[in-house]
C-alpha cells in the first residue's frame, strides 16, 4: 500500500544554516511527489513538486528536492533557513493510476532559531 | 487571480448536528478535492470529483458526502457530528485531466470544525 514517512516530526535549526527534512515513500507504481508548507493556522502551500524528468527539483523560497527512486526518497534542503520559514511541512505522493488522491506524511515542523 | 476560497472559516457544532462546508476552485479548475487534518497530523483524503461526479473515495464512513456543482464549486457535509470529526477541512482545486494525473492541487485556507 502506499505510504509516506516523514522521518524527523521536529527539526530545530539555527538561523543561516543548512536543513535537510527526509521523507521517504512506498509504493508500487510511478509517483508524483510534492511538498507542502503550512504556516500556523492556514492552509497548505505548494513548495515544489517531482512529476518526472530532471531528479532535483528548485521550489519557492529557496528550496530544492532531490528524487531518489532506488532509496524511494525525495529529501527536502535548504542551504540557509531564515527564521520565516519556520512552519510545518509536509511530504506528499500521489499515484499515476490514482488521480487526485495524496498520500501525506506526519508531517515535520521546522523551528528556526535567531 | 483568487486562490481557492472556502467557508467558513471557523465553526461549531454539537455531537449528532450535521454540517455543511463549502469550496470554490481557482477560475478554470474542474477538480476539487476534500481532505481532513487532525491536529498534529497530516491531511487524510476524503473525496474527489471532477466535472461534478466522484473519482475518489476515502477510508471515511457513509456520514461523510459531498458534491459538485456545475460552476465546479464543492459541499462536503457531515451527517451526527463525533467529537473525533473536530479537524481542519480542506479544499484543494486542480486542473484534473484524468487518463493525465490530476495535476497540481492547490489547498485552500481550511474551515475548522470543533464539536462539542
Known amino acids: 500500500a502506499q505510504s509516506v514517512t516523514q522521518l524527523d516530526s521536529q527539526v530545530p535549526v539555527f538561523e543561516e544554516a543548512p536543513v535537510e527534512l527526509r521523507c521517504n515513500y512506498s509504493s508500487s507504481v510511478s509517483v508524483y511527489l510534492f511538498w507542502y508548507v503550512q504556516y500556523p493556522n492556514q492552509g497548505l502551500q505548494l513548495l515544489l513538486k517531482y512529476l518526472s524528468g530532471s531528479t532535483l527539483v528548485k521550489g519557492i523560497n529557496g528550496f530544492e528536492a532531490e528524487f531518489n527512486k532506488s532509496q524511494t526518497s525525495f529529501h527536502l534542503r535548504k542551504p540557509s533557513v531564515h527564521i520565516s520559514d519556520t512552519a510545518e511541512y509536509f511530504c506528499a505522493v500521489s499515484e499515476e493510476n490514482q488521480g487526485g488522491k495524496l498520500i501525506f506524511g506526519q508531517g515535520t515542523e521546522l523551528s528556526v532559531k535567531p | 487571480d483568487a486562490g481557492v476560497t472556502q467557508s467558513p472559516t471557523h465553526l461549531i457544532k454539537t455531537r449528532g448536528q450535521q454540517v455543511t462546508l463549502r469550496c470554490s476552485p481557482i477560475?478554470?479548475?474542474?477538480?476539487v478535492s476534500w481532505y481532513q487534518q487532525v491536529l498534529g497530523q497530516g491531511p487524510q483524503f476524503i473525496f474527489q470529483y471532477y466535472e461534478k461526479e466522484e473519482r475518489g473515495r476515502g477510508n471515511f464512513p457513509d456520514r461523510f458526502s459531498a458534491r459538485q456543482f456545475p460552476n465546479y464549486s464543492s459541499e462536503l457535509n457531515v451527517n451526527a457530528l463525533l467529537l473525533g470529526d473536530s479537524a481542519l477541512y480542506l479544499c484543494?482545486?486542480?486542473?484534473?485531466?484524468?487518463?493525465?494525473?490530476?495535476?497540481?492541487?492547490?489547498f485552500g485556507p481550511g474551515t475548522r470544525l470543533l464539536v462539542l
Open positions: 484543494a482545486s486542480s486542473l484534473g485531466v484524468p487518463g493525465l494525473g490530476l495535476g497540481t492541487q492547490y
Open positions: 477560475s478554470g479548475h474542474k477538480s
